[in-house]
Structures are given as structure tokens and as C-alpha cells.
T-cell receptor
Framework: DVKVTQSSRYLVKRTGEKVFLECVQD?????MFWYRQDPGLGLRLIYF???????EKGDIPEGYSVSREKKERFSLILESASTNQTSMYLC???????????FGDGTRLSIL | KQEVTQIPAALSVPEGENLVLNCSFT??????LQWFRQDPGKGLTSLLL?????REQTSGRLNASLDKSSGRSTLYIAASQPGDSATYLC?????????????FGKGTLLTVNP
């Protein structure tokens, strides 16, 4: 069965901290994605990666960076966390264009 | 720019009722359309994927249709159950320059009352 695993379900960090969110998929998918989800704003794409070491900015990349050193792992980095980055973060992966996209369970991140 | 709209934003029905959720999109140049379910505080679960060349897909009590030319999709849920209560989202994968990413609607919150 398809599995996308996010390292934490809940995370509380302080303003200014560097925060790492980790995501692992076990389906050998080329494409991986990071979204944030906020009430009233829906899902917004932060970054995506279509291959190892390749990345593309999504709709709201400011304040974030990503790393993809191995095919199965895609990390989201908040360089200096701010309170407006408090949100639900969702990781997803997909194989080819004609395959479904699968999501992890999400990380609820609070920045205090 | 692709825009995806889901109507209604919320729907409440009694158990056992058949229901239809609607999704519309502005650009018909799509690879496929995917329906998801999201339970509170959780990630998205893929329900059905319809390729642009298909008219419908079925999985159990769920049936999704696609009319690409008119920019519409529907998700039909037969004999609804309280366990179907969740937010349902549709998303389209564009076939143009942004074909790596899905464009999502904001979802329909479904409540099935016992």
C-alpha cells in the first residue's frame, strides 16, 4: 500500500528557530510536494521536486527552503520561523502524470 | 490561471441519502482530475482519479464523472453513512506549463446525520 510518512504530527517551535519538517515515501515516486493548509485559504503549494536534487518554487516559497538528497526523502526547512508560519503542513508524492497523488497525515506546526 | 470551485461549501444530509458534490474548473486543458477526502486534522486520502480521456470512475459507493469540455466534475455518493462525514476536495492536473502541480478547490464539508 502507498505510504507517505511525515516525521511529526505536532510540533511547537519558537520564533527565529530553524525548523525541519521531514517526509518519506516508499513508492519510488519522482515527484514530491510540500503544501500548507490554512482555514479559508485552502491548500497552497510551497515547493515541489521532480527528481533528486531538483526543486521548483510553488506559489508561496518565501521563508522556506527544501532539500531532496535521496529520492524517497523531501525536507522542508523554515530558515527563521515566524508566527505567520503557524499552519498545517502536508507532504505529498506522485509517480507519473497519470498516477494519483498521495498525502501524508500532516504536521500541525505552531510557532510561538 | 486555473481556478477550481466547489459548490456547496457545506452540505448536511440524513443517513441513507444519495448525494452529489460538484466541482468546476476554468481551464479544460487538464491531464486528470482527482477527488480526495480529508478528515479533521488529517491529511488527504485519494478517492478517485479520472483521466482526461475518461468519463467516469467508480469505487464502491462512489462514482465520479468528468465533463472536460464544460469544466465540470461530480462526485456521487450512494447510500450515505455517518462515516462519510468529511471534507471532500477536488483537484485538477493541468496539461500546460504547470503540469507538475495540482490546483485544488476549497472543498465541500459533508455531514451525514444518523
Amino acid at each position: 500500500d502507498v505510504k507517505v510518512t511525515q516525521s511529526s504530527r505536532y510540533l511547537v517551535k519558537r520564533t527565529g528557530e530553524k525548523v525541519f519538517l521531514e517526509c518519506v515515501q516508499d513508492m519510488d515516486h519522482e515527484n514530491m510536494f510540500w503544501y500548507r493548509q490554512d482555514p479559508g485559504l485552502g491548500l497552497r503549494l510551497i515547493y515541489f521536486s521532480y527528481d533528486v536534487k531538483m526543486k521548483e518554487k510553488g506559489d508561496i516559497p518565501e521563508g522556506y527552503s527544501v532539500s531532496r538528497e535521496k529520492k524517497e526523502r523531501f525536507s522542508l526547512i523554515l530558515e527563521s520561523a515566524s508566527t505567520n508560519q503557524t499552519s498545517m503542513y502536508l507532504c505529498a508524492s506522485r509517480g507519473g502524470l497519470n498516477q494519483p497523488q498521495h498525502f501524508g497525515d500532516g504536521t500541525r506546526l505552531s510557532i510561538l | 490561471k486555473q481556478e477550481v470551485t466547489q459548490i456547496p461549501a457545506a452540505l448536511s444530509v440524513p443517513e441513507g441519502e444519495n448525494l452529489v458534490l460538484n466541482c468546476s474548473f476554468t481551464d479544460s486543458a487538464i491531464y486528470n482530475l482527482q477527488w480526495f477526502r480529508q478528515d479533521p486534522g488529517k491529511g488527504l486520502t485519494s478517492l478517485l482519479l479520472i483521466q482526461s480521456s475518461q468519463r467516469e470512475q467508480t469505487s464502491g459507493r462512489l462514482n465520479a464523472s468528468l465533463d472536460k469540455s464544460s469544466g465540470r466534475s461530480t462526485l456521487y455518493i450512494a447510500a450515505s453513512q455517518p462515516g462519510d462525514s468529511a471534507t471532500y476536495l477536488c483537484a485538477v492536473l493541468g496539461s500546460g506549463g504547470s503540469n507538475y502541480k495540482l490546483t485544488f478547490g476549497k472543498g465541500t464539508l459533508l455531514t451525514v446525520n444518523p
